[in-house]
């Protein structure tokens, strides 16, 4: 790998970002995320012209140059620039000449400052020439102390699924799935890709009961055959399902990364073998889950403790780590035996017998349930054979 050194002017770097010369966010990049706290630190060690870390920027194939290390300080460069963070004149120590600019954006600095910030130089490092795994490698290296997520990390392979996924998670956000606004979290480190990609491991293998941990993700990333076809469709059709759910409901539903792949997973296999997801199940349930999250009753159906019971074990799960296959299976079993118990959906794997014995003995469930999952084995496979198409 070579590596060229050189020395660039802020006013330069940023007519450069402005111009889209330079790329602050390619695909294994983990997004803005530096808060304006540190913003500011930034600008005022520029201010003081004290040393700012080498930008580490990579020449790819198509010769577009990317920034591999570097992209919350360019970021927050470029958006001061724009006016977008002013200074904070009370950062230790303190300095007269910043204390005085204090609340100051960069248009409204005296031109003597101004000139001085746009001189700033910051050094370059230019990788070109390098084999395959050494942007990344050295993307890890320089990045140990920022405690990389596993899907930030995943992120920096460059690989077919690692393209599929973050194509699917731009498909899904443009129809209006991922956004705060519906499922109540953001892609904060790359929170959205992970529940794709481990949805994706889910459909690929066709089996809930892998543990499909950090290490099982990374494999399919590395790997140079991509998911299938089959694997990314049925993901965006689950999230169109799931969509609709949500729209129907007619407010935000507060999922977490395992209750959202629950979902999506649901959605999913459904209606493969039953033919169709009750269109107000999500509202429903949600509504449902509140009153017994509260401690209030259930409307006296004469289904109401068995009701009652079979949320109690999902908002049980709701909070466990999305790994973990026994939360896993139980919460995906939980939504299919409310949507049984509610709306009459087909009986799968004998899940009516489980709700006869429900019934019968309802402070039991954890117990019942436990067992039931392990005799029909649920999940194992996630479409059986006579329902897969």
Avoid at 292 to 314: F, H, M, T
Wanted: charged share 30%.
């Amino acid at each position: 790998m070579k590596l060229d050194k050189s020395d660039l002017q802020l006013e330069t770097i940023v007519s450069r970002i402005e111009a889209g010369e330079l790329d602050l966010q390619p695909d294994f990049q983990r997004g803005e995320i530096w808060d304006t706290k540190r913003r500011q630190r930034l600008i005022d060690t520029i201010l003081r012209e004290w040393y700012v870390p080498a930008i580490h920027i990579v020449v790819d194939t198509d010769g577009e140059e990317v920034v591999l290390d570097g992209q919350q300080r360019l970021a927050a460069i470029r958006d001061f620039f724009a006016d977008k963070v002013k200074i904070d004149g009370t950062i230790e120590p303190h300095d007269e000449l910043i204390a005085s600019l204090n609340g100051l954006k960069y248009s409204k600095l005296p031109f003597s400052v101004r000139k001085a910030v746009n001189r700033f130089v910051l050094p370059i490092i230019t990788l070109s020439e390098y084999g395959p795994q050494e942007p990344n490698e050295l993307f890890f290296r320089l990045n140990q102390a920022y405690n990389l997520t596993p899907p930030e990390k995943r992120n920096a392979l460059h690989g077919k699924a690692r393209d599929q996924v973050r194509q699917t998670v731009d498909d899904l956000t443009d129809i209006g799935l991922l956004d705060s606004s519906k499922i109540g979290f953001t892609n904060g480190r790359l929170a959205y890709d992970d529940i794709i990609a481990r949805t994706c491991v889910a459909f690929e293998i066709g089996n809930l009961r892998q543990h499909i941990n950090n290490n099982v993700v990374e494999e399919f990333y590395r790997a140079s055959r991509p998911f299938s076809d089959k694997t990314i469709d049925s993901v965006r059709r689950s999230g169109i399902e799931l969509l609709q759910q949500i729209d129907e409901n007619g407010s935000r539903v507060k999922f977490n990364k395992g209750t959202l792949q629950t979902w999506l997973i649901y959605c999913h296999w459904v209606p493969l073998a039953d033919g169709s997801v009750p269109a107000t199940l999500l509202t429903q349930f949600e509504t449902d889950r509140g009153l017994v999250k509260r401690g209030e009753q259930l409307p006296d159906s004469g289904k109401s403790r068995v009701l009652a019971a079979i949320l109690r074990l999902y908002d049980d799960r709701a909070s466990y780590r999305v790994t973990d296959v026994s939360s896993v299976l139980i919460r995906d079993l939980a939504v299919h035996l409310y949507s049984e118990t509610q709306f009459g959906t087909p009986s799968h794997r004998t899940s009516s017998e489980l709700l006869v014995a429900l019934d019968a003995e309802p402070d039991s469930a954890q117990t019942l349930v436990v067992d039931y999952l392990e005799r029909v084995r649920w999940g194992d496979p996630l479409i059986q054979p006579e329902t897969a198409p």
